[in-house]
């Protein structure tokens, strides 16, 4: 007859030895999970740390950008008021040497209509026709094509005293963009060039003759 009871034993040793085995299993598992989530932790530390810097040193370096922006803008202000005096007090001589005779000067003029507004830079009134004058420390094309814009669609809206002169325009720098002068002259206008100690080119070809942006 079987014995049960062997069985019974045997199978209740096979059932502890495999209890030991899952709980030595387990406790490998926690320990493996524990060194993990330590691992973890600590590099998150480390980002933290590392994210603190970061913040830091953006934070630093947006000051700094700050600091050069408003250096740069204040340098630039110094500058262009610099340029525009040295144009202001040549103005009238370099208009003279281009051709231009009695006449009287102003600057900055400004007119406002229609919540609309226009600033001249220098306009230079004489007998029967106006030289309206656009001075830029570095001349670029695109300031070209705005000003003939200026001098087509709103010069004569914004100064209709002047509809039956005979309208002019130039454009003076300091720095010239290459080829500006060439887009320029095809668009009619005059170019000056201010050097060093006040010295003034007058750089329109010969024969040059300015467009009257008077005439339809």
């Known amino acids: 007859m079987k014995d049960y009871r062997e069985e019974f034993w045997k199978g209740l040793k096979e059932l502890k030895d495999e209890i030991r085995t899952l709980t030595k299993s387990q406790k490998g598992t926690d ?8 691992e973890l932790a600590k590099l998150q530390k480390e980002t933290d740390k590392q994210l603190k810097e970061t913040d830091r040193m953006i934070k630093e370096l947006s000051l700094e950008v700050k600091k050069t922006t408003r250096s740069v803008a204040e340098l630039n202000g110094v500058w262009n008021n610099y340029s525009e005096k040295i144009i202001f007090d040549n103005i009238e001589d370099t208009l003279r040497k281009a051709g231009f005779r009695d006449f009287v000067v102003s600057k900055n003029v400004k007119r406002s209509k229609n919540s609309k507004n226009v600033d001249i830079d220098f306009l230079a009134v004489g007998d029967g026709y ?26 004569s809206e914004f100064f209709p005293e002047f509809r039956n002169y005979r309208i002019y325009g ?14 320029a002259f095809k668009n009619g206008l005059m170019v000056f060039r201010y050097k060093d100690k006040g010295e003034v080119e ?6 040059f003759e300015p467009k009257d942006f008077g005439k339809a």
Do not use: C, H, W, Y
């Open 202 to 207: 007058i750089l329109n070809p010969e024969g």
């Open 130 to 155: 106006v030289v309206v004058v656009e001075t830029k420390t570095s001349l670029k094309v695109k300031d070209v094509m705005g000003f003939v814009k200026k001098l087509k669609d709103k010069f």
């Open 31 to 38: 320990r493996k999970i524990k060194e993990i989530f330590k």
């Open 170 to 183: 130039a454009v003076v720098g300091i720095n010239l963009q290459e080829g500006v002068e060439k887009f």
